[in-house]
């Protein structure tokens, strides 16, 4: 049982290239995330999925767009990298609805935009 | 929207010693109440929930308190330890448990 993996652990793009974050669980959980992280600011979510073929818009989707390819995975793209998104992106996933139980996180993927 | 406050943003402490860690929220309508850690280089990991209708939670070492009036609820380690060195982030959910704001995270620091 592997939990949530993410792939790439660690990416470098140049501003206006394009990537996408992977994002895998084997739990069979209904509901997935991405979020950011930045020094002093906490965890910030970017979209969400509450289930297989439905996704929302977090508190700072721009700049992003998200697929949620069946219930076990969850990718986020980049599709033209600014400086602004250089951050640690986490990806989580529950059984319930984001405020209902516990999130299971990733182990996070380092992305710097040069 | 919600907005939760954290604080300290940094805690050092002795081996031994209890740490306490504060967080507000602004919406009187949250329900949901987790604490998580994330150790460095690693995805955070749930260590204690609270939910509205509990004012304490004891797990091990571990308490979380709620003060539902004042609108803030509290993380307490007691008799710390090294490997409690991490960052700790407190969220809160709204009432419909369709979002989960975290603070901005607290960098604990036990030393022996």
């Known amino acids: 049982n592997a939990g949530v993996t993410q792939t790439p652990k660690f990416q470098v793009l140049k501003t206006g290239q394009s990537m996408t974050l992977q994002c895998a669980q084997d739990?069979?959980?209904?509901?997935m995330y991405w979020y950011r992280q930045d020094p002093g600011m906490g965890l910030r979510l970017i979209y969400y999925?509450?289930?297989?073929?439905?996704?929302d818009k977090g508190e700072v989707p721009n700049g992003y767009n998200v697929s949620r390819l069946n219930k076990r995975e969850f990718s986020l793209r980049l599709e033209s990298a600014a400086p602004s998104q250089t951050s640690v992106y986490f990806c989580?996933?529950?059984?319930?609805?984001?405020?209902?139980?516990?999130?299971?996180f990733g182990p996070g993927t380092r992305l710097t935009v040069t | 929207g919600e907005n939760v406050e954290q604080h300290p943003s940094t805690l050092s402490v002795q081996e031994g010693d209890s740490a306490v860690i504060k967080c507000t929220y602004s919406?009187?309508?949250?329900?949901?109440f987790p604490w998580y850690k994330q150790e460095l280089g690693k995805g955070s990991q749930l260590i204690i929930d609270i939910r509205s209708n509990v004012g304490e939670k004891k797990d091990q070492r571990i308490a979380v308190t709620l003060n539902k009036t004042a609108k803030h609820f509290s993380l307490h380690i007691t008799e710390t330890q090294p490997e409690d060195s991490a960052v700790y982030f407190c969220?809160?959910?709204?009432?419909?448990?369709?979002?989960?704001?975290f603070g901005k995270g607290t960098t604990l620091s036990v030393s022996s």
């Open positions: 999925s509450a289930s297989e073929g439905t996704t």
């Open positions: 989580a996933s529950s059984e319930a609805g984001q405020g209902r139980g516990e999130q299971y």
């Open positions: 969220a809160a959910s709204n009432q419909a448990g369709t979002a989960l704001i």
């Open positions: 919406d009187s309508a949250s329900n949901y």
């Open positions: 739990m069979n959980h209904n509901s």
